[in-house]
């Protein structure tokens, strides 16, 4: 049940996936030598899928639509997550690609350390956006969540994207060269996201619709 839930939004997304592809491409031709564009790359490419499905979903108004079917509130949930974190990924993906190009065509001073600090501060963006906007929207709603996740979420998540990636890229920091260091990091992402998840299982379960 879980993975039709999860194919829907995909197929959603069919509108906008050419864009996707193509946002690597227009973040090089604006400023190619702004390491910055790996971390806005992974950042985006989250905010505007959610935000999307989100508004998908209004005018089609697929909340009542879905619960209305044999579908439980729980798997509705764990679906989005899902569908989230695939965003997350192609995110990465293609902000992986920007640096890789970056590397082998032209900033000096880029190497894969920065590369990884840069997907790092997207990753922390990404996950600190998706963990607030879905518990808004599965709270009160896609057409009330709209009009304050877009601006609360998103202005916290560059505000921790741009927070992580100028630490780790600080080069006094050593102890952002610590492998241990990162993975712990990663992992308490991980955490703060399935924390979300199952606060907005909670929330859900208690909504009247």
Known sequence: MVQQLVLKDCILQRKISILYLLYPGLLLLINFKNESL??????????????????????????KVLNSLPFKRKEIVMAKYIFSSLLILIGIILGSMIGSIQLRYGISHMDVFIVWCTVLGGITGAVVYVSLALPLVFSIGHSKAKNIAPFIGGFLAF?????????????????AFNFTVNIIF????????????????????????
């Open 38 to 63: 790996i971390t806005i790359c992974c950042l985006t490419i989250p905010l505007v899928g959610t935000m999307f499905s989100s508004s998908q979903e209004e005018k089609n108004n697929s909340e």
């Open 159 to 175: 505000l921790s994207g741009s927070i992580v990636k100028n630490l780790w890229t600080n080069q006094a920091n050593e102890w």
């Open 186 to 209: 990663v992992a308490v992402l991980v955490l703060f996201y399935i924390v979300s998840m199952w606060l907005s299982i909670s929330l859900y379960k208690e909504r009247d619709l």
